[in-house]
Nanobody, 122 residues
Framework: QVQLVESGGGLAQAGGSLRLSCAAS????????MGWFRQAPGKEREFVTAINWSGAMTSYADSVRGRFTISRDNAQNTVYLQMNSLKPEDTAVYYC???????????????WGQGTQVTVSS
């Protein structure tokens, strides 16, 4: 079992930055590929970015590529999401999740955090 806890969400102005963290407990995080997803009110949960178990490979949604950066520190059992040049449309609850399948669909992620709210004002 892996327990994931996100932190770092909050309110930011358009053009600003936030850094989300996802801390894991239980099994070591290095066993898993990690992803960040987000869900805005009235919308489906959508993929934001993913990083493979070693950190050597990453993937980004077109909407965030060039603005967001995912990274991980397996020694600290933590995954990060650096969000720059934030836009109001980035407002959502952000979730981190762990999977043994690289670039799997949301249903193929085994463990999920509780989410952290990110609100970007214009």
């Amino acid at each position: 079992q892996v327990q994931l806890v996100e932190s770092g969400g909050g309110l930011a102005q358009a053009g600003g930055s936030l850094r989300l963290s996802c801390a894991a407990s239980g099994r070591t995080l290095s066993r898993y590929h990690m992803g960040w997803f987000r869900q805005a009110p009235g919308k489906e949960r959508e993929f934001v970015t993913a990083i493979n178990w070693s950190g050597a490979m990453t993937s980004y949604a077109d909407s965030v590529r060039g603005r967001f950066t995912i990274s991980r520190d397996n020694a600290q059992n933590t995954v990060y999401l650096q969000m720059n040049s934030l836009k109001p449309e980035d407002t959502a609850v952000y979730y981190c999740a762990a999977t043994s399948r690289w670039l799997g669909s949301p249903s193929q992620y085994d463990y999920w955090g509780q989410g952290t709210q990110v609100t970007v004002s214009s």
